[in-house]
């Protein structure tokens, strides 16, 4: 009679036991890890160390698919995209004697997407996109050139960008 009315209080106190000791490993594994998360609209590099950074690109209105006005390069390094969530389509371009050929690719979440150094790019984003950006450290402070995309281009990039978004 005793074990039976032991058994359950065992039990609980084990799971008591495992409960305790898994929030002393969350502590512990907190201690040991940095976490980040961006919410907010926009692009912010949260991680950035002497030699590389992490940044998070979320929906900006200038970055929607009927706003983009220009395109931009870096100089010293590549830069890739994965995409969280959402829609997002990478806009790449090649440059013959002043003119723009625009080339785009809708972006499929968990799928890295490397733009090499000196490549034209930008990205159109949904209101629902999250896109994660790693590339060299202070990118953004610097190492970058923009261009902007005349009429005729935008017109351009605009017809070719409509078939991935959904008007709304």
């Known amino acids: 009679m005793l074990k039976k009315h032991f058994l359950p209080f065992a ?29 907010g609209d926009g692009y912010n590099p949260f ?3 002497p030699t590389w950074q992490i940044a ?6 200038e970055q929607g698919f ?16 994965v995409l969280f969530s959402g829609t997002a389509v990478l806009i790449v371009a090649e440059e013959v004697e002043g003119s723009l050929t625009l080339y785009t690719t809708p972006m499929e979440p968990e799928k890295t997407y490397n733009v090499p150094k000196n490549v034209w790019h930008n990205i159109a984003l949904a209101e629902d996109a999250r896109v994660l950006i790693v590339e060299n450290s202070n990118t953004h402070l ?17 017809q070719q960008l409509t078939p991935y978004f959904k008007e709304g």
């Open 47 to 49: 991680l950035i160390t």
């Open 56 to 61: 998070q690109l979320n929906y900006l209105p």
């Open 11 to 39: 039990l609980r106190q084990a799971q008591d036991e495992r409960e305790k000791m898994y929030f002393r490993e969350m502590s512990k594994s907190m201690e040991l890890l940095e976490t980040y998360e961006h919410h």
């Open 142 to 158: 610097g190492d970058f050139e923009f261009r902007d995309l005349n009429e005729q281009e935008k017109s351009e990039l605009e």
């Open 66 to 81: 009927r706003s983009l006005t220009k395109i931009d390069r870096h100089l010293e390094t590549d830069e890739a995209f």
